[in-house]
């Protein structure tokens, strides 16, 4: 490894020790843009997003592209650095973490294996590498950087298993934190399991947000997933979890291929509007219950939806 974690160098950096925290975080840049592949398998795609007149690039290294699971780790260290920014204290781009509270906060068991997992994730978040081209003024700016800068172990039992382990998170992600970035999300989120579900619950969070409602056409939709299967495979992902309706936070909806997001309940920052505008109809209400939800349920959660959906 990096020199830079021997002991003794080590005692002279600045770094950041992870503590508890009380809720999620993530930012808001990867919720955006598809950055974490959703393959279960290695994954050497190199992939290319356009928006207007910039384009990002996501490059693999040698072991693939960093997953969605590997995000998990990045998730663990937002959330413990915004617990302490937001309580006065000060930060570091160096982070210092347990292995094994990492594990208990991201919903994962304690096994050996997850351990090999955890260090084939940081592996992968520091190859993983984004590049962006950014044009103001007739002048092209072109930047490349990894998701993390470094990482390494700082030590190990006597089984071999790490103990502790340090991250220099990359100046995209700490800006993120350091500029408030970022969202909060369900801790629920680690009990999804499924890549495409994680995806849809950070776009629905993302989009959605504190509005009532969120809609998008399936073809789009599988852009921001960042998918290759075929539409008529992510129509029939979209209806089983219609059927399951075990998001967090949001159910989903979909008619004529035109998915729609919607709060299970109000947000807790604010309050559900008091009456339901007259264009909403009694059969709208009833096409939009979910599995088990009553009359009066379905009527408050789509309290103001058409005007959120203009």
Request: glycine letters at 4%.
């Amino acid at each position: 490894m990096n020199n830079s974690f021997e002991p003794e160098t080590h005692k002279q950096r600045d770094f950041f020790t992870c503590d508890v925290f009380d809720t999620y975080k993530d930012d808001i840049a990867s919720m955006e843009h598809p950055v974490f592949s959703l393959s279960t398998k290695p994954d050497f795609r190199m992939l290319v997003y356009k928006n207007n007149e910039s384009t990002i690039k996501i490059k693999p290294s040698y072991t693939g592209l960093a997953t969605i699971h590997d995000k998990d780790i990045l998730l663990y260290l937002a959330s413990s650095l915004m617990n302490a920014k937001n309580n006065g204290e000060e930060i570091h781009q160096v982070v210092r973490f347990v292995a094994y509270d990492y594990m208990l906060s991201t919903n994962k068991k304690t096994s050996g294996v997850q351990y090999k997992q955890l260090k084939d994730g940081l592996s992968r978040l520091k190859g993983t590498v984004i590049e962006t081209n950014i044009k103001t003024n007739n002048t092209e700016i072109t930047r490349e950087f990894s998701l993390i800068d470094e990482w390494g172990v700082v030590k190990e039992d006597n089984n071999g298993k790490m103990i502790a382990v340090e991250v220099k998170l990359s100046d995209w992600f700490f800006s993120s934190i350091i500029g408030n970035a970022i969202l909060s999300i369900d801790e629920d989120y680690f009990k999804l399991r499924k890549p495409t579900e994680r995806r849809l619950y950070e776009l629905a969070r993302k989009h959605c947000g504190n509005q009532v409602a969120w809609k998008i056409k399936l073809e789009n939709l599988k852009g921001k997933l960042g998918i290759t299967s075929p539409t008529r495979t992510l129509r029939f992902n979209i209806k089983k979890i219609i059927e399951t309706n075990h998001l967090p936070e949001y159910n989903i909806s979909m008619d004529n291929d035109i998915v729609m997001f919607t709060r299970k309940e109000p947000p807790k920052e604010s309050k559900a509007p008091q009456q339901l505008p007259k264009h909403v109809s009694k059969k709208e209400i009833e096409k939009q219950a979910k599995p088990g939800e009553s009359y009066d349920q379905a009527e408050s959660r789509i309290k103001g939806l058409r005007d959120a959906l203009k």
